[in-house]
């Protein structure tokens, strides 16, 4: 929970430009999702080497699940932010693990590519899902190629509910980073 009340200004200061004009309880409620998904990190990777990176999937994901829901946007300094995080500390643990890192970056990025061509999607939800190939990849190629899939199912079913709910037309745009992330931590948790 410490953790999270520490990253409640980082969130902050990272949401700001996106959130113009916010009312005086929006850090408190933001510091208190983050601190409560902090516990929540904590009480699943306890004594877990790679806690850190967890969490800063965790800060990270919610600040651009926040930001994509509002405005279709995934602001690229935060997802290089995800992204060198997770290489940093997977890195610091255990440096032979890059070279799969990195190379789940690459398969992913070129996934991403044909999926956006195919969907046309935006060039924001390739670079999210590179974002997280580390944090897959470090449980293995298995995970890393699961992860990929989950998010993409996750994504599915987040449009479908939406169409079905008659929240948003077929044709419509829809935030892709919330469905992302929810799928990239299945595979994680």
């Known amino acids: 929970m410490v953790w999270g009340l520490v990253a409640t200004p980082l969130v902050m200061a990272g949401l ?18 983050v601190a409560l998904l902090s516990v929540a990190v904590e009480a699943r990777f306890h004594g877990d080497v790679m806690l850190a990176a967890w969490w800063w999937l965790a ?18 300094a935060w997802t290089g932010s995800l992204l060198i995080g997770g ?12 070279g799969r890192l990195l190379a789940a970056c690459v398969v992913v ?6 999926a956006q061509k195919i969907t046309r999607s935006g ?5 999210l899902l590179t974002a997280l190939a580390p944090y ?23 449009a ?3 169409w079905l709910a008659g929240l948003r037309g077929p044709g419509a745009r829809i935030a892709a980073g919330p469905g992302l ?9």
């Open 16 to 33: 700001a430009p996106w959130l113009p004009g916010w009312r005086f309880w929006v850090p408190v409620v933001v510091g208190g999702a």
């Open 59 to 76: 800060v990270c994901g919610t600040l651009l699940g926040v930001v994509d829901s509002l405005h279709h946007r995934l602001p690229h």
């Open 87 to 98: 290489l940093v500390v997977f890195t610091c643990a255990r440096p032979e693990a890059v």
């Open 109 to 114: 990025f070129g996934l991403g590519l044909l």
């Open 123 to 127: 060039f924001g939800d390739t670079v």
């Open 136 to 158: 897959w990849a470090w449980h293995g190629w298995p995970t890393a190629a699961a992860g990929w899939v989950s998010a993409q199912l996750v994504l599915g079913g987040f």
């Open 160 to 162: 479908a509910l939406g």
């Open 181 to 189: 992330l929810v799928g990239a931590w299945l595979v994680l948790v």
